[in-house]
């Protein structure tokens, strides 16, 4: 089974960045409000995440670490309206297959923090008392030591750090409610307090998507059918030569996906200068049975049930808001 964690590793973690986004996701789903994020030469020497949320019994420490172990679906049903950011229970065990990885915890109705240790092997040992606040630290050390072929295809600290750091942008931007940290070689790069209103967001989209884009954006809030699209339009003034700046969140989750984009560039059509990108920080929220999360093992595709409705809630409520606008 180490050799299927590993297997597995190599669709979960292609690089320190997909460390750093399942660590986050797990960060999210277990309710945490304030996360930090150390890295240490582009994350192959160290990927250290610690949260405040609910924090793991350590009973379960072991559990967490083993493979298809989820605490968050029970069943096929909740499969079919996962909340969750997480619901395959492969990220840990994969990630401990190819790292040092540290897992420490204290539950919210513990008196105490505990730790378990992993060299990349199966077997974890057993989990040892530690000093922690109530929530969870992933500590993930030499990542790929044990997979020389996967430890070579690293790019420069530079390069790999630059993937984090998108990563934890992206994220960011799905929870404004969240304070995020973000260090790398013990040097701050990004610190973004928890907001809870339009001009707290506000304040965080500026920070990671510069200023001016939220002054040339429209904000938007729109509610159909069970439909909700709301967030940042950029005005046409904006549009860039780049398609850098376009953010899509389904239900939360950060997502890449064609009948999305095929409908944005719709709506944008008639106002887009020619071979402009339009910019967008987007969220739409559905019932979560109209979506399928697990169409990839990264989850950053969906399928949506009733494709044909999205596509068309999108482009008609995006391309009212830019005719409104328009000159
Ligand atoms: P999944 O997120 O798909 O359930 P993971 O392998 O990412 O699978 O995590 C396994 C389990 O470990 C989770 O279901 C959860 O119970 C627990 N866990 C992982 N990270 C955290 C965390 N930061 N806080 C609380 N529990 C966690
Ligand atoms: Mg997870």
Redesign the pocket.
């Known amino acids: 089974s180490h050799l299927i964690n590993q297997i597995a590793a190599g669709e979960v973690v292609e690089r320190p960045a997909s460390v750093v986004k399942?660590?986050l996701?797990?960060?999210l789903?277990?309710g945490?409000t304030r996360i930090e994020i150390d890295i240490e030469q582009g994350g192959s020497k160290r990927i250290r995440?610690r949260?405040n949320?609910?924090?793991?019994p350590c009973e379960?420490l072991a559990?967490?670490?083993s493979r298809h172990?989820?605490?968050?679906i029970a069943s096929l049903d909740d499969l079919e309206q996962v909340r969750?950011?997480?619901?395959?229970?492969?990220?840990?065990?994969?990630i401990a297959s190819v790292s040092r990885l540290v897992?420490s915890?204290r539950h919210q109705t513990a008196e105490n923090g505990w730790s378990l240790f992993g060299d990349g092997q199966d077997a974890f040992g057993s989990p040892e008392p530690s000093a922690h606040a109530i929530?969870?630290s992933?500590d993930v050390a030499d990542l790929f030591f044990n997979t020389p072929a996967r430890r070579k295809f690293l790019k420069t600290e530079k390069t790999e750090f630059g993937h984090i750091e998108d990563t934890v942008r992206r994220i960011a931007l799905s929870r404004f409610d969240v304070s995020f940290e973000l260090n790398h070689n013990q040097k701050n790069t990004l610190r973004l307090r928890a907001a809870d209103d339009r001009s707290g967001a506000e304040r965080r989209i500026a920070e990671i998507c510069g200023s001016a884009f939220v002054e040339q954006s429209l904000y938007l809030d729109y509610e159909a059918a069970g439909l909700r699209l709301w967030g940042w339009v950029g005005l046409p003034t904006f549009s860039r030569s780049q398609a850098d700046l376009q953010y899509f969140y389904v239900n939360s989750r950060h997502v890449r996906d064609r009948l999305i984009s095929h409908a944005v560039k719709q709506a944008y059509q008639d106002v887009m200068y020619h071979g402009r990108h339009p910019a967008f920080v987007l969220f739409l929220e559905l019932n979560p049975q109209l979506v399928d999360a697990n169409a990839h093992p990264t989850k950053q595709e969906v399928r949506f049930r009733e494709g044909r409705l999205v596509h068309d809630f999108l482009f008609r409520t995006l391309h009212q808001a830019l005719a409104d606008i328009r000159p």
Request: charged residues 20%; glycine residues 14%.
């Open positions: 399942e660590l996701e797990n960060a789903d277990a945490s995440i949260d949320g609910s924090g793991i379960e559990l967490a670490l172990a989820t605490s968050k969750s950011l997480g619901f395959r229970g492969e990220a840990l065990p994969s897992l915890s929530g969870t992933v």
